[in-house]
Nanobody
């Protein structure tokens, strides 16, 4: 059974930082493209960042230069380091693991940026 579990969300002031973690089990993480998405209240879910099995990263323009995605294939973990957070980054953040066979989602972790 595949499980994807996010953690690390919370309340942070504007300009602050957070690191989100995504733990994946039941799949070989090195075979998966890992992505982070987010969904703000009343808005559609949007892609934030991705990292391929080879380590190639891509970012949405709204977070490029502030967010960093990384992976640890040995520990089956993916991370999203978020710096210089803005109120508009407030959302539920979701981790997605995409293999050749299927796509798996976690339950999300809430990030709130507010003073």
């Amino acid at each position: 059974q595949v499980r994807v579990v996010e953690s690390g969300g919370g309340l942070v002031q504007p300009g602050g930082s957070l690191r989100l973690s995504c733990a994946a089990s039941g799949i070989i993480l090195s075979d998966a493209v890992m992505r982070w998405y987010r969904q703000a209240p009343g808005k559609q879910r949007e892609w934030v960042a991705s990292i391929t099995s080879g380590g190639t990263t891509n970012y949405a323009s709204s977070v490029r230069g502030r967010f960093t995605i990384s992976r640890d294939n040995v520990e089956n973990m993916v991370y999203l380091r978020m710096n210089s957070l803005k109120p508009e980054d407030t959302a539920a953040y979701y981790c997605n693991a995409a293999t050749a066979l299927d796509s798996y989602w976690g339950q999300g972790t809430q990030v709130t940026v507010s003073s």
